[in-house]
Nanobody, 126 residues
């Protein structure tokens, strides 16, 4: 059974730094893509950052220059480091993963990820 677990949320003041970690377990196949997303209640979910099968990384425009993601060699963890946090970054942060499909190329989007964690709250106070 695949499990996605997030760690590291909490409260921080403006301009602070937080590091979130995601661990994926329970699959015999390597991950194909992993991503961090966030959502404020009542608003649409937003992709924060994503790493694809070829190692390419995409960041939300709002996080460029403030976020860094890194994946381990086994591709079953994904860390998100966020600097210069602002109150507008307050949200529930979720990790998502999808797995290799036997050499088939596909696009990973927030609508296609089948495995999601429970989320970890990040609160930034001014």
């Amino acid at each position: 059974q695949v499990q996605v677990a997030e760690y590291g949320g909490g409260s921080v003041q403006s301009n602070g730094t937080l590091r979130l970690s995601c661990v994926v377990s329970g699959s015999t196949r390597p991950t194909y893509c992993m991503g961090w997303f966030r959502q404020v209640e009542g608003k649409e979910r937003e992709r924060v950052a994503q790493v694809d099968s070829d190692g390419s990384i995409t960041y939300a425009d709002s996080m460029k220059g403030r976020a860094t993601i890194s994946q381990n060699n086994e591709k079953n963890t994904l860390d998100l480091k966020m600097d210069s946090l602002e109150p507008r970054d307050t949200a529930m942060y979720y990790c998502a993963a999808d797995f290799d499909r036997g050499g088939i190329d596909f696009t990973c989007t927030e609508w296609t990820y089948p495995y999601w964690g429970q989320g970890t709250q990040v609160t930034v106070s001014s």
